[in-house]
């Protein structure tokens, strides 16, 4: 005696058929055996479709991808960084300067800052602080930028290295700025702190710093975490 299965699944709220199988049984398996096994292997299929059916399942959302160029408004095509201000204004910082675009054009921001020097080759950016302000990070230094003014701070200040890699406001307000030559720092508004490694030696190249919830500051090097 042989039995046919058909098997399949419901994908969407539509039964999608797979294969179908034919098994061989003993000769001492009699249909009246078979029967309830079938009977319930069909009940349950159409129990399946029947929720499935009255249940659908959402289709996968669908993304858009949106380019914004230098024909959009965008100062220079080489985007570098990216902050969002707490009212949801995103800041551009690109090899050309820096934007502020509100979802549907850029306002550039101006391209010299207090001390004369142009701000063009944007490396990092981070919002935050007691006002919102934005850090810039550039290959010559690192600039604070709030109401149309610049503030300059280099290694005159306190800054470990002009080149700053990186950028993050933690959740008290702390500035942390990676360097490509003097490893991490941080700045509360009155001084730079170097953090230097577990073994009292300067960090390498800081690419990236990031916070966990519980307020650990991580922080991404040429070699190492």
């Known amino acids: 005696m042989t039995v046919a299965l058909a098997c399949g699944r419901v994908h969407y709220g539509r039964p999608v058929p797979l294969r179908s ?45 949106s380019q914004w160029t230098t024909a959009d408004g965008l100062p220079q095509n080489s985007v570098t960084a990216i902050a969002q201000t707490p009212h949801g204004y995103l800041w551009v910082g690109t090899f050309g300067g820096v934007a502020r675009f509100d979802g549907s ?8 800052d207090s001390a004369g020097q142009h701000t063009d080759r944007v490396l990092s950016l981070a919002v935050g602080g007691r006002d919102s302000a934005l850090w810039i990070g550039t290959e010559a230094g690192l600039l604070r930028y709030k109401g149309g003014r610049y503030q300059v701070y280099t290694t005159a200040h306190g800054l470990p290295d002009d080149e700053v890699s990186a950028l993050h406001v933690d959740r ?9 030559r003097g490893g991490l720092a941080r700045f509360d508004g009155g001084a730079f702190t170097r953090v230097p490694a ?4 300067s960090l390498s190249h800081v690419f990236a710093i990031m916070e966990t919830d519980d307020g ?10």
């Not at 199988?21 to 078979?34: D, E, F, G, M, N």
């Not at 054009?105 to 010299?112: G, Q």
């Not at 008290?172 to 490509?180: E, F, M, N, S």
């Not at 650990?216 to 975490?225: E, K, M, P, R």
């Open 172 to 180: 008290d307000g702390v500035l942390w700025i990676g360097t490509a």
């Open 216 to 225: 650990t500051i991580w922080a991404n090097l040429a070699n190492s975490y």
């Open 21 to 65: 199988l034919s098994l061989p049984l003993p000769a001492s398996v009699t249909p009246r055996v078979v029967a309830p096994i079938v009977a319930v292997c069909l009940t349950c299929w159409a129990t399946c479709v029947a929720v499935a059916q009255e249940r659908r399942l959402l289709e996968p959302p669908e993304f858009v991808l």
């Open 198 to 201: 577990a073994d009292g030696s």
């Open 105 to 112: 054009s850029f306002r550039l921001a101006p391209r010299v």
